[in-house]
């Protein structure tokens, strides 16, 4: 009875497979890219001072804000400009203004209530990682539960009920089609098949059909999952505003401040460091205006080392510069600057662009984990007069015919190097 539906109907053939494959690629890139990312948007703007869990930075811990704050319409002008808000009178913004220490939130007009909507979605659902302390060795399906996946996987629930219903519809209209002939050559109207058994016989008499939407479905899946596992954290072109205008240009090129004179761990420790206000006053001291900003910003350093330019005594409170940070490895990836810049001999450049032509410091490098991995493929060793690794070098060189090796052969894509 299958083969009754002639080849005038091969569209009806047809078309639930070329329903799913449009359906499939692209419905859901609008669907998706639709959405602002709320973690991005959150790390950009907002995670300098606040955390999603309920520990403190700056501001208070957004964990469990929803239930505190009077509303939802409060939070978007609270947001948006929180100055506003306490100059209303509003009790609540009054009373965390004064719990905390009264510092005023860096309004965020520039953005949209759709990238509010993103923001507080990721508060709300906070990746897992970020909400407890990671596993040694990260998990990778703890990654997963995030929002982006979370949408896919929803939209492939509603993929498959469309696919339902539409392969119910058809099967009824080939009933039909079938006891119209069935009629005209005199037989018996055809059997009525149950709901599972005519989902089972389309599956059954479109073996092909089958195959390739098993096939798009796993295509589908593993490719949105893969982008969005290599997408999570990462923030190339990140370039924040900071509480002072410093300017590596001015600084680091006009100047020629050598990068360590300021950064000086980076050849003794793990981090770099950001220098204290000390050593912006090793020579602030005595510049109090500069070319472009005049004397606004460098009050701002008198402000934090508690200077009195006009007494030249250090006789005011100090008030710490909050600096913000621009790179950001997760805490469950170790990284070492002096192990790169003293033993390695790498440049800060091949890392971190050219800082000494910004004004304004910007991510350059992905900092994923296949960008470290690549450079230590890549990399050789510098092994000549190095007396950090001389006997492991030396060691390596002749296992390898006195030819130089890269980071790699060294070690270097050992998961424990890099992950505790
Ligand atoms: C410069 C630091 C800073 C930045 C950046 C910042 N906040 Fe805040 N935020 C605060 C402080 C401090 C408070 C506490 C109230 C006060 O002192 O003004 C606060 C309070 C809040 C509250 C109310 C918390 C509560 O417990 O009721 C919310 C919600 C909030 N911020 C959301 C955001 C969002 C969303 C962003 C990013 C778009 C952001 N903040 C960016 C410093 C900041
Ligand atoms: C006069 C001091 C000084 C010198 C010289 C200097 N820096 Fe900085 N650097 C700072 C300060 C202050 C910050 C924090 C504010 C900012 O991000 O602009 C900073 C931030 C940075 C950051 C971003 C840190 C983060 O939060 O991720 C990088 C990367 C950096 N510097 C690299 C360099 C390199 C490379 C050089 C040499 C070409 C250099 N710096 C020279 C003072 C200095
Ligand atoms: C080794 C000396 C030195 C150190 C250390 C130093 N500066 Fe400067 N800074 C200068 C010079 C030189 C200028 C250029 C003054 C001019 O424009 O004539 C300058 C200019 C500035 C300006 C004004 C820029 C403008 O054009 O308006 C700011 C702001 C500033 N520095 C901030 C800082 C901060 C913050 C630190 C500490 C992280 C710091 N500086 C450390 C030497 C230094
Ligand atoms: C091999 C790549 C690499 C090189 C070379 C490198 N950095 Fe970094 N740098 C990083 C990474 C990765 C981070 C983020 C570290 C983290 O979050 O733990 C970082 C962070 C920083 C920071 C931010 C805060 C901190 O203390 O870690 C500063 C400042 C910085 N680097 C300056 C420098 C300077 C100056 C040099 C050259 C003397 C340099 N870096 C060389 C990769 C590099
Ligand atoms: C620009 C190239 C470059 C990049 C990017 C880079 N590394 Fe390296 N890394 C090196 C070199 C060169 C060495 C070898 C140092 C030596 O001689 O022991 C090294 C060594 C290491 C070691 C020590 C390996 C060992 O065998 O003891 C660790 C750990 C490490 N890197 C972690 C990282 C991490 C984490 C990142 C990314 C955040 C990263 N590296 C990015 C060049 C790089
Ligand atoms: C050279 C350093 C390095 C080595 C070697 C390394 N990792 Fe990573 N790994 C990283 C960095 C850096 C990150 C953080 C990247 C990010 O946030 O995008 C990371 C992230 C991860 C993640 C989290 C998934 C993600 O993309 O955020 C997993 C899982 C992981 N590594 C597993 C491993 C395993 C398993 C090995 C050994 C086969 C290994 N790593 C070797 C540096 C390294």
Not at 80 to 109: C, L, R
Not at 117 to 146: C, F, M, Q, R, W
């Amino acid at each position: 009875m299958i083969n009754v539906i002639t080849k005038k109907h091969w569209f009806l053939r047809i078309f639930p497979s070329a329903f799913l494959i449009i359906s499939l690629y692209f419905i859901p890139v609008s669907f998706l890219r639709a959405q602002p990312d709320g973690a991005k948007l959150f790390k950009a703007n907002c995670s300098s001072c606040h955390r999603v869990d309920e520990k403190k930075l700056t501001g208070p811990g957004l964990k469990g804000v929803f239930e505190r704050v009077p509303n939802q319409e409060w939070l978007y002008s609270w947001i948006k400009n929180s100055s506003k808000v306490i100059a209303s009178g509003d009790a609540y913004a009054t009373k965390i203004f004064e719990d905390n220490g009264k510092v005023t939130m860096t309004p965020q007009e520039h953005l949209s209530k759709e990238q509010i909507d993103a923001i507080l979605g990721y508060i709300k659902n906070p990746p897992v990682s970020l909400a407890k302390p990671p596993d040694p060795i990260p998990n990778p399906s703890s990654h997963e539960k995030t929002k982006d996946d979370n949408s896919t996987f929803y939209f492939l629930i509603i993929i498959s009920a469309l696919l339902f219903v539409t392969i119910l519809v058809l099967s009824s209209v080939k009933n039909s089609l079938q006891n119209v002939v069935n009629a005209k050559k005199g037989l018996p109207p055809a059997p009525e098949f149950g709901f599972r058994e005519s989902i089972g016989l389309w599956f059954q008499n479109h073996k092909v059909h089958t195959v390739l939407i098993i096939l798009l479905l796993v295509l589908y899946g593993s490719t949105k999952g893969w982008y969005a596992l290599k997408g999570i954290g990462v923030y190339q072109g990140y370039s924040p505003a900071q509480p002072i205008k410093f300017s590596h240009k001015i600084h680091a090129g006009q100047n020629q401040i050598n990068c360590v004179y300021c950064h000086h761990s980076a050849e003794k420790g793990k981090t770099a460091g950001i220098p204290s206000i000390n050593v912006c006053m090793n020579c602030h001291k005595g510049i109090s205006s500069g070319a472009t900003t005049g004397t606004s910003e460098i009050n701002k350093i008198y402000e934090a080392a508690g200077f009195n330019p006009e007494t030249q005594k250090y006789d005011k409170p100090q008030k710490p510069v909050k600096w913000i940070r621009v790179h950001n490895l997760p805490d469950f990836a170790y990284f070492n600057h002096s192990q790169h810049v003293v033993v390695g001999k790498q440049q800060c450049q091949t890392c971190h662009g050219k800082v000494e032509e910004m004004d304004v410091v910007e991510q350059k490098s992905p900092l994923t984990m296949g960008w470290c991995v690549d450079c230590h493929r890549t990399t050789k060793v510098a092994s000549s007069g190095n007396g950090y690794y001389e006997e492991i070098h030396a060691r390596m060189k002749s296992k390898n015919d006195g030819k130089d090796f890269t980071v790699a052969e060294n070690g270097g894509l050992e998961c424990g190097k890099c992950h505790y």
